[in-house]
């Protein structure tokens, strides 16, 4: 049977379980559904195989690929909502961006609103990341470290090399 596009799953693909914090438990549920856990064994968070709000499978590795591991997906491909690992490090960084006492009121909230471009890869992106790189040296002492720390794997890589450089 031919692939159709417009169907939900591509064959190609196998189903990744990644937990709700984003720990990648198992690129090939299918391949290898005895390395699928119910609970993920490095923070004991639930796990999911599909969107929790649409349902539509996570894309594991290609068939092609022999060995390898699947970059953890920001967003849902068929409903564009972000995973809840997405919603979750947004989350602290905000929260993390509203203690920062070495910054103003309104630059607290500014760093914090830059977050949620930041992880789009859209034109506002570069916008945002000149403001918040800006902003979190402004802070400085640790905010700059824990930023790279929580929102590295978050980020586009051109996102990635406008804060942090080619070699983030």
């Avoid at 400085?140 to 406008?162: N, Q, R």
Wanted: with cysteine.
């Amino acid at each position: 049977m031919e692939w159709d596009p417009f169907q939900e799953e591509d064959p190609q693909y196998d189903v990744a379980q990644i937990c709700l914090n984003g720990h990648i438990i198992n690129d090939r549920c299918e391949f290898s559904p005895e390395h699928c856990e119910d609970y993920c064994s490095k923070c004991g968070e639930k796990t999911i195989k599909g969107c929790p709000l649409c349902n539509c499978l996570i894309r594991g590795l290609h068939s092609s690929v022999i060995v390898g591991q699947i970059s953890r997906p920001r967003f849902c491909r068929k409903c564009g909502k972000p995973y809840p690992w997405t919603t979750r490090t947004l989350e602290a960084a905000k929260a993390y961006a509203h203690e920062l006492q070495s910054l103003t009121g309104e630059e607290r909230i500014q760093l914090a609103l830059s977050l949620d471009d930041l992880v789009k890869d859209t034109p506002m992106a570069q916008v945002s990341a000149g403001r918040f790189k800006r902003l979190a040296a402004k802070a400085g002492g640790e905010a700059p470290g824990f930023f790279k720390d929580t929102l590295v794997d978050l980020v586009s890589e051109t996102v990635k090399k406008a804060i942090w450089g080619p070699a983030a």
